[in-house]
Nanobody
Framework: QVQLVESGGGLVQAGGSMTLSCAAS????????VGWFRQAPGKEREFVAA????????????RDAGSVRGHFTISRDNAKNTVYLQMNSLKPEDTAVYYC????????????WGQGTQVTVSS
């Protein structure tokens, strides 16, 4: 089991950038796939990006319409037990609570969730 804590959220102007961090506890963090999700007010939670335990494989939403792919980058530093979400060219519609979650492997469901961090993009 790993415990996750997100940080780095806040207020940013449209067009700006922000990097979120997901810090994990546990010595086996490198075995876990990690994903980022977001939930805007009144909307369902949606998948944003995922990265494999070794960092060599990433995945983005299949149906994206350009809202995430090409603007968001996911990466990890297993030496620091941390996964990052770099967000560029932010839009007001990116406003949401962002969560990170861990899965025991790439094909397993995400079962360990952080508490979330608020990202607000002003127009």
């Amino acid at each position: 089991q790993v415990q996750l804590v997100e940080s780095g959220g806040g207020l940013v102007q449209a067009g700006g950038s922000m990097t979120l961090s997901c810090a994990a506890s546990g010595r086996t963090f490198s075995r876990y796939a990690v994903g980022w999700f977001r939930q805007a007010p009144g909307k369902e939670r949606e998948f944003v990006a995922a990265i494999s335990g070794n960092g060599l494989t990433t995945r983005f939403p299949t149906r994206d319409a350009g809202s995430v792919r090409g603007h968001f980058t996911i990466s990890r530093d297993n030496a620091k037990n941390t996964v990052y979400l770099q967000m560029n060219s932010l839009k007001p519609e990116d406003t949401a609570v962002y969560y990170c979650a861990a899965a025991v492997n790439w094909d397993s469901p995400f079962t360990n969730w952080g508490q979330g961090t608020q990202v607000t993009v002003s127009s």
